[in-house]
């Protein structure tokens, strides 16, 4: 099926006063933070994507029509010239890029490639800056098992710190590191049927729009993930993910061997957290 990736966005989370590259060019391992992410999808067979382009939509363009397979595949160079490649990246990929808008919000870049997935009885799409390694065929299998217009992957909140309770005389009594309350933010990770659209208005945000009138009808589901969920939204964050990739520890590689490695603690790998369903869960938006 295929996958739209928003990828039009200016990043200024990530904005470190000296790149103007777009926030899915960040390089990741030597290859940028997009391609990780349409490797993760080619690899569970999904290699038909859209990509929504916007700000530095160059930058995309550039990349992909200069591709350089021999950067992460092994090859034979024969003559000094002929290049016989052992292994390839995207020689089965098609990608299709559109101008979305400068700038758009979410839900107008979706509207403006409808034409290209309507057809379809469902699609992905991936916000195309978090790496993870979410069961991808398990998700797409429990919401085809629905009757949901939309399903978003849930995961725990990604804070790093603490809430505190105190007494009433001002002295703290406890603290527990936000990502071990019982609530979910919103992930992304979407599949969506074409019902979607109708949902949908002009301009306005995917979210807050078309995601939160369908939770409200019942017809929003969620996937809980509670494993490798880890962001790009910061500096900070970057350098978490490039330092991963370095040590070989890789989650979100599923095309690797070396996958299965399991990440240090500290980076937001969340597998002891009692994830029991309360009253209080939900899908909360995490932009």
């Known amino acids: 099926m295929k996958v739209v990736l928003f990828c039009g966005g200016h990043g200024m989370r990530m904005r470190d006063g000296g790149s103007s590259v777009p926030k899915p060019m960040v390089m990741i391992g030597g290859r940028p933070l997009i391609w990780h992410v349409m490797r993760w999808y080619a690899h569970h067979g999904h290699t038909e994507f859209v990509l929504c382009l916007g700000y530095g939509a160059g930058f ?46 979410i839900g107008e870049r979706l509207r403006r490639v409808r034409h290209l997935v309507e057809g379809d009885e469902y699609f992905l799409a991936n916000y195309a800056d978090v790496l993870s390694d979410v069961p991808l065929p398990d998700v797409v299998a429990t919401f085809l098992a629905g009757d949901a217009t939309a399903s978003l992957t849930a995961v725990p909140p990604q804070s790093s710190f603490h809430v505190l309770d105190i007494g009433e005389d001002d002295r703290v009594s406890g603290l527990q590191p936000v990502s071990r309350f019982p609530i979910w933010e919103n992930g992304g990770f979407f599949v969506f049927r074409p019902e979607l659209f109708d949902a949908l208005l002009p301009g306005e945000d995917l979210v807050d729009g078309a995601l939160a009138r369908l939770a409200a009808a019942g017809k929003l589901a969620a996937y809980r993930h509670a494993g490798f969920w880890v962001p790009a939204d910061t500096v900070k964050e970057h350098a978490q993910l490039e330092e991963l990739y370095q040590s070989g520890r890789r989650p979100w590689a599923v095309w690797e061997p070396s996958a299965a490695a399991t990440p240090e603690a500290g980076t937001r790998t969340v597998t002891d957290v009692d994830r029991t369903p309360s009253a209080l869960d939900g899908a909360l938006d995490r932009i």
């Open 60 to 105: 995309i363009k550039d990349y992909f029509l200069h591709y350089e397979e021999t950067a992460s595949n092994d090859f034979v160079l024969r003559g000094g010239r002929e290049v016989d490649l052992l292994s390839s990246d995207l020689t089965d990929w098609t990608i299709t890029f559109v101008d979305t808008g400068l700038n758009s919000s």
